[in-house]
Nanobody
């Protein structure tokens, strides 16, 4: 069994920062990576960021590149999403996900992630 749990969401003023954490428990795999996605009502879930298990490679959506940074601590089975210069448009429920087989650019696709966390709400106010 694999479980993912996000934390760190909340209410923040535009221009502020938050750091999300995602802890994985149970059986995890090094063949893929971990990703961050977000979703707002009426919109499809969109890719935000991803990181390989070795942390050699990261990927970012154009909308967050330069503002968000994802990292991981494998000893703690934890991946992080540091979000700086937050905008109102960043308001969403943020999900972390674990891939067991996705490699390279495929980590941008939700279809390579069989395991998902419950989500954490991020609200950015003006």
């Amino acid at each position: 069994q694999v479980q993912l749990e996000e934390s760190g969401g909340g209410l923040v003023q535009a221009g502020g920062s938050l750091r999300l954490s995602c802890v994985a428990s149970g059986h995890t795999f090094s063949s893929g990576g971990m990703g961050w996605f977000r979703q707002t009502p009426g919109k499809e879930r969109e890719f935000v960021a991803a990181i390989s298990w070795s942390a050699v490679t990261t990927y970012y959506a154009d909308s967050v590149r330069g503002r968000f940074t994802t990292s991981r601590d494998n000893a703690k089975n934890t991946v992080y999403l540091q979000m700086n210069s937050l905008k109102f448009e960043d308001t969403a429920v943020y999900y972390c996900a674990l891939s067991t087989g996705g490699l390279g650019p495929s980590l941008k696709s939700e279809y390579v992630y069989p395991y998902w966390g419950q989500g954490t709400q991020v609200t950015v106010s003006s």
